[in-house]
C-alpha cells in the first residue's frame, strides 16, 4: 500500500485566530507521515511564546492519536524546535528545507536584516574554511543567527506583528523583490548543497507556487498567516503534487491536485518512506534541542525565474 507524506510549512502558532491544530486534523488525516517545515510556532517570543507551546502540543497529540508519524524542520522563528533543518525523502529526489539559509541576511525587509548577516557570517567564520562550503554549516549558522536574532526581540518585548510593516514602505519593497528573486536563491541553493534533488520544497516567502528553474521544480508550500494562501505538498510512492489548502468555516481540506502541479517522481521504485526507515525522529516538543554544530560560507546569486506553473 502507498504511503503518503503532507508537508507544510509557517503556521507560526501562537499568534492567535484560529485553532490551526484543530482546523488541520482533516488534512493530516490523509496523511502516513507529516513534515512541519519550519517556522511553526512562535516559541520564542514572550507575547506569543505560551500559546505557541500548546499549539505544538496540540498539533502533536493529534497526529499521535491519528497514528502519524510527525518530523518537525526549524525555521527562522523556531530555530530551536528540534534538531532537523533539512530532510532528503524518495532516496535524495526530493529535498526540504525551510528555505531561510538561502540568504545571508535570513529576512531581507526585517529590521534586523544587517544584524541577522553579520550573526550569520561571523558563525561561518568560527568554522575551518574547509567546513564553511558544508551544507550543515550554513544551517547551522543561519540558526544561530535566528536565535540572536530572537533572543534581541525578547528582550525588547518585540512581537513581529505583520501589521507593523504597512510603517515601512521600504520593507514592504523588498519583501517584493525577495518573492522574486527567492526561487533563483532556492534553486542556487540545491545546485550547491543537493545537486541530486529533482524537487525542493520550502516555505519562509509566504509565497506559494511551483517554479521550473533547470533541471529542478522549485515548491513553496506558502503560509498560514499573511497573505494567508497556504498550500501542501503531498507525496506518495510514485508522484509529488503541490495542493492547495482551502478553508471552509474552521476547518482545511485538501483541494483536488491539479495536472499542471502534479509530477512524477523520477524514480518511481524507491519510495518516500524509505527516507523514514531506520532513521530516528526528531523530537517534538517544543523545548529546544542544540543543533549539531557545522559550518560554511554562502554568498547566494540570484538565477533568473525561467518557468512559472
Do not use: C
Not at 23 to 32: G, K, R, S, T, Y
Not at 193 to 221: C, D, M, Q, Y
Amino acid at each position: 500500500m502507498s504511503r503518503r507524506t503532507l508537508v507544510i510549512s509557517d503556521l507560526h502558532l501562537g499568534r492567535g485566530g484560529i485553532d490551526l491544530p484543530r482546523a488541520l486534523e482533516p488534512v493530516i488525516a490523509e496523511a502516513d507521515e507529516l513534515v512541519l517545515n519550519g517556522d511553526v510556532a512562535e516559541l520564542h517570543l514572550p507575547d506569543h511564546r505560551d500559546d505557541a507551546a500548546r499549539g505544538v502540543e496540540s498539533l502533536r497529540r493529534r497526529a499521535e492519536r491519528l497514528g502519524i508519524g510527525i518530523t518537525f524542520l526549524a525555521g527562522n522563528h523556531d530555530p530551536l524546535i528540534g534538531p532537523r533543518r533539512h530532510l532528503h525523502l524518495a532516496d535524495g529526489a526530493i529535498f526540504a528545507t525551510h528555505g531561510d539559509a538561502v540568504h545571508p541576511s535570513l529576512a531581507p525587509w526585517s529590521p534586523s536584516a544587517s544584524a541577522l548577516q553579520e550573526a550569520y557570517l561571523s558563525r561561518l567564520e568560527s568554522f575551518a574554511p574547509q567546513e564553511r562550503s558544508r551544507l550543515e554549516s550554513v544551517l547551522s549558522a543561519s540558526r544561530d543567527a535566528a536565535s540572536r536574532e530572537w533572543e534581541r526581540n525578547a528582550l525588547s518585548r518585540g512581537s513581529g506583528r505583520p501589521w507593523r510593516l504597512l510603517s515601512r514602505p521600504l520593507a514592504l519593497l523588498r519583501i517584493s523583490l525577495f518573492w522574486r528573486e527567492y526561487p533563483g536563491l532556492v534553486a542556487d541553493f540545491a545546485l550547491r548543497h543537493a545537486p541530486e534533488a529533482k524537487f525542493v520544497l520550502v516555505g519562509h516567502s509566504h509565497r506559494p507556487g511551483a517554479w521550473r528553474i533547470g533541471e529542478r521544480t522549485i515548491l513553496n508550500t506558502g503560509a498560514f498567516r499573511v497573505p494567508h494562501q497556504p498550500h501542501a505538498v503531498l507525496l506518495d510512492d510514485t508522484s509529488i503534487a503541490l495542493v492547495r489548502l482551502v478553508r471552509s468555516g474552521r476547518r482545511y481540506r485538501l483541494a483536488a491536485p491539479s495536472s499542471e502541479r502534479h509530477w512524477s517522481l523520477p524514480t518511481p521504485e524507491r519510495t518516500a518512506a524509505r527516507a523514514f526507515e531506520g532513521s530516528r525522529r526528531p523530537s517534538t516538543s517544543p523545548i529546544a534541542e542544540e543543533a549539531a554544530a557545522t559550518s560554511a560560507r554562502l554568498a547566494p546569486v540570484s538565477m533568473p525565474l525561467r518557468a512559472h506553473t
